[in-house]
């Protein structure tokens, strides 16, 4: 079991910041919440009701990004976003202004074997914007990112919440996320003489 008894919520326009140390969780529960892992209890919710009855909805409203970056070697790195955008039902009109906002465009052409791990990191953070989603559940995103990519970052997630999307995002980097609610889930580790399993309870706007 890696955590308990753990309850939080999120509104449009919300941001959530998960830290704690190495093992606390913080990957594992931004899984859960990407209905990529399924806790042994507890329930998660949207607007009220499970999200287990319409998984294809929930996947649909949720961009996940994880640790690896999901890049194709021989495809360029434009065709690497526009795959994500199709497969995601959102085609190809936001894949440019995607590559633009993260300053992509001049590599667009550029293999994925030959881009170095900041321009990888940021060519799947583009995703996000070529497949609009309400919720944005990133772990670790500023992996191999400079200070000024960072600050990108920031202003894309600043974007984001002002058309009311959802942020919850884990980090061990400082990130500007204002008024971010606070989620430090080494305080919810289990009790090992009580029983129980993981329960979360999410009900975003």
Not at 25 to 46: D, N, V, Y
Not at 125 to 136: D, S
């Amino acid at each position: 079991m890696v955590f308990a008894e753990l309850s939080f919520d999120i509104g449009p326009g919300e941001a959530l910041l998960l830290l704690g140390p190495n093992g606390s969780g913080k990957s594992s529960l931004l899984r859960l919440l990407a209905l990529l892992l399924h806790p042994a209890m507890g329930r998660l919710t949207w607007e009220g009701t499970s999200v287990d009855k319409d998984s294809e909805a929930h996947g649909a409203r949720t961009r996940y990004l994880g640790h690896q970056d999901a890049i194709k070697p021989v495809l360029s790195l434009r065709e690497n976003v526009a795959f994500w955008a199709r497969l995601y039902g959102a085609g190809d009109n936001h894949v440019d202004p995607a590559l633009e906002a993260f300053g992509l465009t001049a590599l667009s052409g550029t293999p994925g074997r030959m881009l170095s791990a900041g321009q990888k990191r940021r060519t799947n953070l583009a995703r996000l914007l070529a497949a609009p989603a309400p919720l944005w559940l990133l772990d670790e995103p500023t992996t191999a990112l400079d200070r000024q990519s960072i600050g990108v970052l920031e202003a894309r997630l600043a974007d984001h919440r002002a058309r009311g999307g959802m942020v919850v995002l884990s980090t061990h980097q400082d990130v500007a996320l204002p008024d971010a609610k606070i989620l430090t889930l080494d305080r919810f580790a289990p009790d090992p003489n009580r029983h129980g399993g993981l329960f979360l309870e999410d009900e975003p706007g």
